[in-house]
C-alpha cells in the first residue's frame, strides 16, 4: 500500500512540473493602442528570459526558428545599449529610449 501512495504521489509531481514547462496558447487580442496581436504560443511566465523561444541556445518548436536574444544576466546582455541610460518600465522591464522616443528593450543585467 504504501509503494502504491509514493508512487501515486511521484506521478502527480511528474504531472504538475511537466505543465510547468508546457507552452500555453494565448489567445489574439487587441492592445490599447488598437494594435491587434495574433494568437501565439508561449512559456510560462518566470522572470527570466533563459526558456524563452527568442533566447539565444534555444528553438520555437512551432516555426523552427533559433533564438538570437542574449540570456538575461549573461555578459552578452550587458552590450545592449551601450552608452544609453536604462531605465526601469513600470512592470519591471528594462529598456533605454532612442531618438525617435521609442524604447528599445534590453535583457536585464546584473547589479
Known amino acids: 500500500m504504501k509503494k502504491i501512495f509514493v508512487l ?6 511528474i504531472a504538475i512540473s511537466a505543465s510547468a514547462q508546457t507552452p500555453k496558447y494565448q489567445k489574439g487580442y487587441t492592445r490599447k493602442n488598437g494594435t491587434y496581436v495574433t ?3 508561449k ?6 528570459n533563459h526558456n524563452n523561444y527568442s533566447t539565444k541556445g534555444n528553438v520555437n518548436p512551432t516555426t523552427g526558428k533559433k533564438g538570437s ?4 544576466y549573461s555578459p552578452s546582455a550587458s552590450n545592449y545599449g551601450r552608452g544609453k541610460t ?3 518600465g513600470p512592470r519591471g ?19
Open 43 to 48: 512559456t510560462t511566465s518566470d522572470r527570466t
Open 8 to 13: 501515486a504521489i511521484t506521478m502527480v509531481l
Open 39 to 41: 494568437g501565439h504560443y
Open 93 to 111: 522591464g528594462q529598456y533605454y529610449s532612442r531618438s525617435n522616443n521609442k524604447r528599445t528593450y534590453v535583457p536585464k543585467r546584473v547589479k
Open 86 to 88: 536604462i531605465k526601469t
Open 69 to 72: 536574444r542574449a540570456k538575461d
